[in-house]
């Protein structure tokens, strides 16, 4: 039996002109600041932005926004919170500070549902904040999302890139479109990540420095803005979507 919230989820989209999952092949690489601070800077530019949490391990970008209490309505389907110019919803406005132990099908259901039921009307950018690695949840917005581009994370570790790397195989192996890869975290100079994005045949999009002021702006937008971090990050993506 065909699962009519499929055919639901691409109609709650549709008025949506470039859907950006931020994701990374492993957790810890500053994914989820990433897609924070990528969604104020384009708001800031006056497009009209959502950002979606969809990290099911640990939500973090409403500590990043400063925005804890920031609940969507329900009003014939879930009308997202308006904080600092972005449409905006989270999955800890459902399990607040609590774990969510959810297997498999649970996830898949899960984000199905919400998907369906999240009416973003018209945005330019709607920015999905990704569970890390290589899981259902991300095999499902591949699936049931369409015209969906992947911005993909890493720090400057051989390690962390391992995994990224596997990842950047699978979207190619799945024709999943990639905006390309940004280096987060950048100390000392190395051309390791780069030169690997581009023999894989992606697209190196820049480095963003560590920044230590970054942990100092958590919660407040305006300070967060001003680090380096933010300032590069604005060129990246004045380069890409601007």
Do not use: C
């Not at 800890?92 to 973003?120: H, K």
Request: zero cysteines; charged letters at 25%.
């Amino acid at each position: 039996m065909i699962d009519p919230r499929k055919s639901i989820i691409n109609k709650r989209l549709g008025r949506v002109k470039h859907i950006i999952a931020v994701s990374s092949g492993k957790g810890g690489v500053g994914k989820s600041l990433v897609a924070s601070t990528l969604a104020l800077i384009l708001a800031n530019k006056k497009f009209k932005v959502g950002l979606f949490d969809a990290d099911f391990t640990s939500p973090s970008t409403h500590l990043i926004l400063g925005v804890k209490n920031a609940k969507p309505r329900e009003e014939k389907g879930v009308i997202p919170a308006h904080v600092h110019g972005l449409k905006y919803v989270s999955i800890v406005a459902y399990s607040r500070e609590n774990a969510l132990p959810l297997r498999g099908a649970d996830v898949s259901n899960a984000l199905m549902e919400l998907f369906a039921t999240i009416i973003w009307g018209e945005l330019d950018f709607l920015i999905v904040d990704m569970p890390p690695g290589i899981s259902d949840a991300l095999l499902d917005v591949i699936r049931l999302v369409k015209g969906i581009n992947f911005l993909i994370v890493t720090t400057p570790s051989p390690l962390a890139f391992e995994t990224v790397k596997k990842l950047l195989e699978l979207l190619a192996e799945l024709k999943v479109p990639v905006v390309g890869v940004v280096e987060n975290m950048k100390i000392r100079e190395s051309n390791f990540i780069p030169q690997n994005v581009r023999d894989a045949g992606f697209r190196f999009l820049g480095e963003l420095p560590f920044d230590p002021k970054v942990e100092d702006s958590l919660g407040n937008v305006d300070t967060l803005l001003k680090t380096d971090f933010a300032i590069k990050l604005a060129k990246i993506a004045l380069e890409i979507f601007l």
